[in-house]
């Protein structure tokens, strides 16, 4: 369908939107993935052997912002560029990371959700049919870019 300049400015002024709170709204969305995909806790090494709540957890801190301003950050690049544009070395990793973790494409479909709860929950009375459309559109670029990376790798292992 392509990323259309509406589309691109909601991502753009709902992702300004939420800087403020990454912090706050990268833990929600992680905790929307645990909550939607409960044994999606297994996949990540600082929660496996943990039973400590999500939100204390440094590492998770970390990475839920990582992941989260990643998701955002590409989103905002699309009608730049034409595509996602992630680093090669970082696709390369994702890629790679995504495959040893036996990431599949139903597991891509929880973060979606997860994200667009999240999006959704930060813009309030802002929050339309079509900035979910928008976001949308964002990730899916997002996951073809690193589940093509996959490929990539499966093939050459």
């Not at 909601?10 to 905790?31: C, G, H």
């Not at 044994?39 to 400590?52: H, P, Q, T, W, Y």
């Not at 957890?57 to 301003?69: E, G």
């Not at 928008?134 to 996959?150: H, N, P, R, S, V």
């Amino acid at each position: 369908m392509g990323f259309t300049e509406k589309q691109e400015a909601m991502v753009k002024d709902s992702w300004e939107n939420m800087k403020q709170n990454i912090p706050q709204l990268s833990l929600r969305f992680f905790s929307l993935i645990l909550e939607i995909a409960p044994a999606a806790k297994n996949m990540f090494s600082f929660l496996k052997d943990s039973d400590e709540i999500p939100q204390n957890n440094p590492k998770l801190k970390a990475h839920a912002v990582k992941v989260f301003k990643m998701t955002c950050e590409s989103a905002v690049q699309l009608r730049e560029k034409g595509e996602v544009v992630v680093g090669e070395t970082t696709l390369k990793y994702l890629g790679s990371v995504h495959l040893q973790k036996g990431v599949i494409d139903p597991h891509f479909e929880v973060v979606k959700e997860a994200l667009l709860r999240t999006v959704k929950e930060a813009m309030g009375e802002k929050w339309s049919e079509e900035m979910k459309e928008a976001w949308g559109e964002a990730y899916d670029q997002l996951a073809a870019a690193i589940k093509a990376e996959m490929h990539v790798e499966a093939a050459a292992a």
